[in-house]
């Protein structure tokens, strides 16, 4: 049945802590692939340091700079334990990456000083210049970074792409890798050319080369630096895939560069190669794989004979899932197998926490013994996955399983042939949503169907192997066995009039405050003094003014809790609240209804209070006995002809005057109709009957009372004017009811007069209203009424 969201409804701090992660690591990469591609460049072909390339420069530097900032918070791990202190962050990151990052932020800094403060001037400061800059090629070691957060996104794309899509990037990332590294390569043998020594006066930048029909040295202006990058690009890539280029080497250094080049080649690009050749076939191998199941299918659906229209519809759908991502459920992951016993039940806790806590009862059983709650998790719950159009259970069939929906959402609908609805009724589910709970309490078979509109997954909940172990803790059970016998009690009564028929979304009356309300008093105060133990952890009762009005409220609350006059429970939020629950009798006759205008003490002093016939509800007393106690006990002269249509709930929620704590009040409100014909007498009395009149009336002060009158004329249809007003009041019929020396008044007010009368200046009216009837001194029976006989 639906339960209230709980505080882990949403993203988790660990899941939002990944998403900034993945976010920042995504920035970093882009910056440092910029950083690899434009800076060997600049470095190589001496690019002036003006306009973007100088805008680029301070915004990466700023980055890295606070890279290293930000990287004293990071977490990480250490033997597949997940390291938050900060002390051990800082040594850890002091004794790896540290050093690297500030060198090369260094480097950063003093290469972009530099450029600024000598620019263009001198010989010794284009040296300096050149020095710097190279120290900046330290950037390149963060490659080795590069390959660390590409992991890092790796890891992320297992989790939100389907294989074929995480190997068809796979095959062009490393396809830009190997352009990467050839762009590094040609910048280096650019420099080499241009600025390595050379023993034999001779380099490869001086060889002719023919541009535009005319013959100049490649280094030369003319040939301009388009054609210099593509002939350097050309010479690294022939270098490191094998191929002839008409480039030689010209001098021993250029010979060294050149060596080194070959065998980089032969180790490094052989191995990126066999990397994308291996991604490769396995994309093509799962291409193959799928197409190979859907033949299978068709052939299937060809021998046996099917319709065209369903064997669309099956290759479609066949088609979409088996091309798909899968989700992946606990008995999918092999790792899983070597985990310790108790590691093994503290991750499947972990796994259901957020969504089984949000049932009060579980959240209750956590605080009591979560030992044995991890091992319900890792016994008793497993998970599924549903596609779209999948079902989930179906009408008819026995239950064995209660759901939690976890995410995505399914539609849950009611046909008359299988259920005592009218008309065929759908509802929509939403993650964190309770189902079937009924079976983990009593024997059900399901009253309707649930299918999944979107991606979903669902905790499924063994209901035998439940039951088993709750057998294995005592406090656990004493509870649990309780609470089994009243929900069962809600489940066999909740039919018609009195409540709706019980479904596999909702069982009528069964929330948990209520039930602990009902449940033995020994086992509802000690659910109370357990959720009354929290509120002074939760430091609530030292949030009054006074610590002795603190202390006293808090021993008012625990003496009323030992005493069984109140009830306070935990919600799934962890919040206790404290449970007062009511039921109040809602008696309608041509459009009015049977108001209680207030009551009379043995003096025959009246007390205005205008509320619905009701009363608290008993300990351990049903909603229906409630109802038939105060249909008996309230309203005796009407009680035959009040036939009750219907019960609904509503929950109040409000900080009580009295305990200064949060109250949640459950007021089942039975809506019931007046079945008598206009031959049935109830005997009334009305000021008129009391000898009084307009003027009499008018004389005793009523000024302010006819000006009230007046503003509700404006307001209600019906009352046009003062007159009118007065006269209704007049001759308005109030019945009482006696209990001994003591009694209540009723009467038959509209929509409108009865809210008006719940007011604060309502409430004035109708004392001085109830004020000026006069109750006969004669006694009368304890159902008796005052006045004469008249047609209702």
């Avoid at 799934?572 to 006759?589: E, N, P, Q």
């Amino acid at each position: 049945m639906p339960r209230p969201r709980g505080e882990g409804i949403g993203i988790t701090c660990a899941t939002r802590a990944r998403c900034r992660t993945s976010s920042f690591r995504s920035r970093g990469l882009s910056i440092l692939f910029f950083d690899l591609t434009v800076l060997p460049w600049t470095l190589a072909w001496q690019v002036p340091f003006t306009g973007f390339i100088k805008f680029s420069a301070f915004f990466s530097i700023a980055f890295w700079t606070l890279d290293v900032l930000v990287t004293f918070s990071k977490g990480f791990y250490f033997k597949g334990d997940l390291v938050v202190d900060a002390r051990k962050i800082v040594r850890h990151y002091m004794r790896t990456w540290f050093v690297p990052d500030l060198l090369m932020v260094m480097c950063d800094w003093a290469g972009v000083s530099v450029e600024l403060l000598v620019g263009g001037g001198g010989a010794q400061s284009l040296k300096m210049l050149r020095c710097v800059r190279l120290g900046r090629m330290l950037r390149i070691v963060g490659i080795v970074r590069m390959l660390r957060i590409f992991q890092g996104h790796q890891d992320l794309m297992h989790e939100v792409v389907s294989d074929e899509v995480r190997l068809g990037l796979w095959v062009v990332l490393l396809a830009l890798l190997a352009l990467l590294w050839t762009h590094l390569i040609a910048c280096a043998w650019w420099a080499v050319g241009n600025f390595g020594s050379s023993g034999s006066g001779h380099r490869w930048v001086d060889q002719p080369a023919k541009y535009y029909g005319h013959e100049y040295m490649i280094q030369a202006e003319e040939v301009g630096l388009g054609y210099q990058y593509l002939t350097s690009f050309h010479w690294a890539l022939a270098q490191l895939a094998g191929g002839s280029v008409e480039i030689v080497c010209s001098n021993s250094g250029e010979r060294v560069f050149n060596i080194c080049t070959l065998i980089v080649g032969l180790i490094g690009v052989s191995a990126l190669i066999s990397m994308l050749s291996a991604s490769m076939v396995e994309l093509q191998n799962k291409h193959h794989d799928r197409k190979d199941k859907l033949r299978l299918l068709r052939r299937y659906l060809f021998d046996n004979n099917i319709e065209p229209g369903l064997s669309v519809r099956v290759s479609r759908q066949c088609s979409e899932r088996i091309g798909g991502r899968r989700t992946l459920t606990q008995e999918s992951v092999d790792a899983l197998a070597v985990l310790s016993t108790s590691l093994h039940k503290e991750l499947c806790f972990k796994v259901c926490q957020n969504d089984l806590l949000t049932h009060p009862l579980f959240y209750l059983f956590a605080k009591i013994d979560l030992p044995w709650l991890e091992r319900v998790c890792f016994h008793c719950i497993k998970s599924v996955i549903l596609r779209i159009e999948d079902d989930l259970f179906t009408s008819g069939s026995k239950a064995n399983d209660a759901y939690i929906v976890v995410s995505g959402g399914l539609d849950y609908s009611q046909d008359p042939d299988f259920a005592n609805v009218e008309l065929p009724t759908t509802w929509t589910v939403t993650p964190q949503t309770w189902l079937c709970e009924s079976v983990l309490w009593c024997h059900w078979s399901h009253v309707g169907t649930a299918e999944a509109t979107q991606p979903s997954k669902v905790l499924v909940i063994d209901a035998q192997m439940f039951a088993d172990m709750v057998q294995d803790s005592h406090p656990i059970a004493i509870i649990a066995s309780e609470y089994c016998i009243q929900y069962h009690k809600r489940v066999a009564s909740a039919c018609p009039p009195y409540a709706p028929w019980p479904n596999d979304l909702e069982v009528p009356f069964t929330n948990f405050g209520d039930l602990v309300w009902a449940m033995d008093g020994e086992v509802a105060r000690t659910i109370s003094l357990a959720a009354l133990e929290n509120l002074r952890h939760q430091g609530l009762f030292s949030l009054s003014k006074h610590t002795s009005t603190s202390s006293m409220t808090e021993k008012a609350l625990e003496d009323e809790v030992n005493e069984g006059r109140s009830t306070v429970v935990q919600d799934s939020s962890g919040k206790a609240v404290r449970i007062v629950s009511v039921v109040a009798v809602k008696v309608m006759r041509h459009e009015k209804v049977l108001a209680q205008l207030g009551k009379f003490d043995a003096d025959q002093h009246p007390v205005a209070n205008c509320e619905l016939p009701g009363g608290k509800r008993e300990r351990t007393e049903m909603i229906e006995e409630a109802m038939q106690r105060i249909i008996l006990t309230k309203l005796g002269p009407v009680k035959d002809v009040v036939e009750v249509e219907g019960m609904r709930l509503e929950i109040i929620e409000k900080t009580s005057r009295k305990h200064d704590v949060h109250t949640r009040y459950l007021r089942t409100v039975c809506d019931a109709r007046f079945t008598a014909d206009q031959h049935f007498h109830w005997q009334h009395i009305s000021l008129r009957d009391c000898g009084l009149t307009n003027e009499s009336w008018c004389s005793e002060g009523s000024g302010q009372f006819q000006d009230t009158l007046s503003s509700i004329s404006s307001q209600s249809a019906g009352w046009t004017n003062r007159r009118v007003n007065l006269d209704r009041y007049m001759d308005a019929e109030v019945y009482v009811v006696r209990h001994g020396d003591k009694g209540t008044f009723y009467a038959w007010l509209t929509n409108d007069e009865f809210r008006h009368f719940e007011t604060v200046v309502g409430q004035k009216q109708l004392g001085r209203w109830l004020g000026g009837l006069k109750l006969p001194a004669e006694e009368l029976p304890p159902f008796g009424t005052i006045g004469t006989v008249v047609a209702m």
